[in-house]
């Protein structure tokens, strides 16, 4: 099947009727095309400091903007700030000072019933690959498309697509436990996916991976930012973070010490501060 073709095709959400105004509200008003030559970041931090209520700033004075169609690799060491600027994004934390922005939208200007509906533009992708154990790979895909009310006969027709797209065709009936780890990860990105977002986190998504397992899901988030999906990739991989060669922002404490177009990532030791050449 034709990947490109596959990806692009348009699925249109099925959701509640009454609910339909919310979902459009988070719609980008403007075309693709548009995007591009206006170049509306898709995200952007505008002075943004992250405090827990127990410690030391996870993030300080963070000013980021990331375009559509970007492979951002965000590296640091252990308690850098990586997870925290993800969770800012998904909306899963809020900032303590400045604005996080979604294509030009204050994020802080969603009501909290409407999250869920912010949340379908961005496909999230864990270490532990958070899928359903009871579940096999097509019934965890498939449930993503359920629970918005997707009706059977295009959950039957989406989800063998998106199947082949992360190469798993032969283990759809195949539970996690009788998956690979990298096996496992291919059908978290291909939950990801089925929703069609303009955005995928990906935080350490080949953490628990060997390293051939660990390249198979970075060609696959390289393929699919190539169709147009914007990528953020926390990692602490140095390799990786090599081989991608697009842009590498550095966080060391909670603040950006580095932020490079085709960077390398030279430290490998977790513990100290990262820094890009
Ligand atoms: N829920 C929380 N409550 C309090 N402090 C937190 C919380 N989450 C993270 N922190 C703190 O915020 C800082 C940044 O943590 P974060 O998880 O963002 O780092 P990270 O770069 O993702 O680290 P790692 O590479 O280990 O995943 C750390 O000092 C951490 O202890
Ligand atoms: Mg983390």
């Given at each position: 099947?034709?990947?490109?073709?596959?990806?692009?095709?348009?699925?249109?959400?099925?959701?509640?009727?009454?609910?339909?105004?919310?979902?459009?509200?988070?719609?980008?008003?403007?075309?693709?095309?548009?995007?591009?030559?206006?170049?509306v970041p898709i995200i952007r931090f505008d002075s943004v400091s992250k405090?827990?209520?127990?410690?030391?700033?996870?993030l300080e004075n963070i000013n980021l903007s990331i375009?559509?169609?970007?492979?951002?690799?965000?590296?640091?060491?252990?308690?850098?700030?990586?997870?925290?600027l993800?969770?800012l994004i998904?909306?899963?934390?809020v900032p303590t000072t400045g604005t996080v922005l979604f294509n030009g939208r204050d994020l802080a200007a969603?009501?909290?019933?409407?999250?869920?509906?912010?949340?379908?533009?961005?496909?999230?992708?864990?270490?532990?690959?958070?899928?359903?154990?009871?579940?096999?790979?097509?019934?965890?895909?498939?449930?993503?498309?359920?629970?918005?009310?997707?009706?059977?006969?295009?959950?039957?027709?989406?989800?063998?697509?998106?199947?082949?797209?992360?190469?798993?065709?032969?283990?759809?009936?195949?539970?996690?436990?009788?998956?690979?780890?990298?096996?496992?990860?291919?059908?978290?990105?291909?939950?990801?996916?089925?929703?069609?977002?303009?955005?995928?986190?990906?935080?350490?998504?080949?953490?628990?991976?060997?390293?051939?397992?660990?390249?198979?899901?970075?060609?696959?988030?390289?393929?699919?930012?190539?169709?147009?999906?914007?990528?953020?990739?926390?990692?602490?991989?140095?390799?990786?973070?090599?081989?991608?060669?697009?842009?590498?922002?550095?966080?060391?404490?909670?603040r950006i010490?580095?932020?490079?177009?085709?960077?390398?990532?030279?430290?490998?030791?977790?513990?100290?501060?990262?820094?890009?050449?």
């Amino acid at each position: 099947m034709d990947i490109a073709k596959a990806t692009k095709k348009k699925v249109v959400p099925t959701i509640d009727p009454m609910r339909e105004e919310d979902v459009t509200d988070f719609e980008v008003s403007y075309s693709e095309e548009l995007q591009e030559e206006s170049a509306v970041p898709i995200i952007r931090f505008d002075s943004v400091s992250k405090a827990y209520s127990n410690g030391d700033p996870a993030l300080e004075n963070i000013n980021l903007s990331i375009l559509p169609g970007e492979f951002v690799s965000l590296v640091g060491a252990s308690g850098a700030g990586k997870s925290t600027l993800l969770k800012l994004i998904y909306s899963e934390e809020v900032p303590t000072t400045g604005t996080v922005l979604f294509n030009g939208r204050d994020l802080a200007a969603i009501k909290r019933k409407h999250l869920p509906y912010y949340r379908r533009n961005i496909g999230t992708v864990f270490q532990d690959f958070k899928l359903l154990p009871q579940k096999t790979a097509f019934e965890n895909i498939a449930y993503a498309l359920e629970v918005y009310g997707k009706p059977t006969e295009e959950i039957l027709d989406e989800v063998p697509q998106i199947l082949e797209i992360v190469e798993l065709e032969n283990k759809a009936n195949n539970l996690p436990k009788q998956l690979s780890g990298g096996e496992q990860q291919h059908v978290a990105i291909a939950r990801a996916l089925i929703l069609q977002p303009k955005m995928i986190i990906a935080d350490e998504p080949t953490g628990n991976l060997d390293p051939v397992s660990a390249e198979g899901i970075i060609d696959l988030l390289l393929e699919i930012n190539q169709l147009g999906t914007t990528v953020i990739l926390a990692t602490h991989n140095q390799a990786l973070v090599n081989k991608v060669g697009r842009r590498v922002v550095a966080l060391d404490r909670g603040r950006i010490v580095s932020d490079v177009m085709e960077g390398q990532y030279v430290f490998t030791d977790r513990r100290r501060p990262a820094k890009t050449v």
